[in-house]
């Protein structure tokens, strides 16, 4: 194992982002259903926006970036908020909460995947755990396929969007910007905002509107405050301050309270073959992510 250790407040901070987060598979869903997707996320974001601003503000964090780090700023929104969360909103809109759930924590495996591209090698075990992702994924597949309205193009969706996020994951790594997290995550917010506006004006044009009455509003606020504000905040701090294998590591059970908020709140019955899924892409980052006794790294 890793030879150092997470502090009390690292620890409290996973805490909360997993039931935040793993809650928030749920509520996307709901709010999906009461909205259309990209309208949902991108009137989040500019909630999410103010409400960094007033987190600067009360914590005295500037919010200004260095000239020469904004074209890295606008790299780096790229895979982590414009690719992730656009085309996870959309897989969310298709998808049933437990299975956008499993797809979407996939994350750490496509990381190790991303890596290749910047000359880090897979062994063994690594080759190991992207088969069982790869079995996860066929099974939740071959329900999609089978069901009168399975749609598995939100499965590709999905994937897609984890592929992004664990990109982003090993570029933060490779390039620092060394800003506050706060700083950080409301200037990428910027381009974010912009992106997800140009998509809800290209696909739900149409049916734009502004959200009205406490079941639309709720969500938003939840996703602006608890998701983006919050926990986007806590993920960046933590991928900017621990080697990728820790920070990946961390939100392994975040996909189970996926599932299992699904289950309660959704009222979702999980098939054998989407618990089997579950057990194959978590088997699946244990053999990626868990140091083996000969070496802390891969």
Request: aromatic share 10%; proline share 6%; with cysteine.
């Amino acid at each position: 194992m890793p030879s150092f250790q997470l502090s009390a407040r690292q620890i409290q901070l996973l805490l909360m982002m997993t039931v935040i987060w793993g809650i928030n598979w749920t509520v996307m869903k709901y709010a999906t259903n009461q909205m259309p997707p990209l309208t949902f996320r991108t009137i989040s974001m500019v909630l999410a926006l103010l409400t960094l601003w007033a987190m600067a503000a009360a914590m005295k964090v500037p919010l200004k970036v260095p000239s020469h780090l904004l074209p890295r700023v606008m790299l780096l929104s790229i895979p982590n908020m414009i690719g992730w969360h656009i085309l996870c909103i959309l897989a969310v809109n298709e998808l049933s909460v437990g299975r956008a759930a499993i797809l979407g924590y996939t994350m750490p495996v496509w990381a190790v995947v991303a890596g290749l591209f910047f000359g880090q090698s897979m062994n063994r075990r690594s080759w190991a755990g992207l088969a069982l992702a790869m079995c996860g994924v066929v099974l939740l597949l071959i329900n999609e396929l089978q069901s009168m309205v399975g749609k598995p193009f939100g499965v590709l969706l999905m994937l897609a969007a984890a592929f992004s996020w664990g990109l982003g994951t090993i570029l933060i790594r490779r390039y620092p910007t060394g800003l506050h997290a706060v700083t950080f995550a409301h200037a990428m917010l910027y381009p974010t905002i912009a992106s997800m506006a140009l998509a809800t004006w290209v696909l739900e044009g149409s049916q734009f509107a502004i959200p009205t009455g406490f079941n639309q509003w709720w969500p938003i606020f939840y996703n602006a405050i608890g998701v983006i504000a919050f926990c986007q905040v806590g993920w960046f701090s933590l991928a900017a301050s621990l080697p990728p294998i820790v920070s990946s590591l961390s939100i392994m059970i975040i996909p189970v309270v996926g599932v299992m908020s699904g289950v309660v709140f959704m009222g979702e019955q999980p098939r054998w073959t989407d618990l089997a899924a579950l057990g194959a892409i978590l088997a699946a980052m244990a053999v990626v992510l868990v140091p083996s006794k000969k070496t802390n790294a891969l």
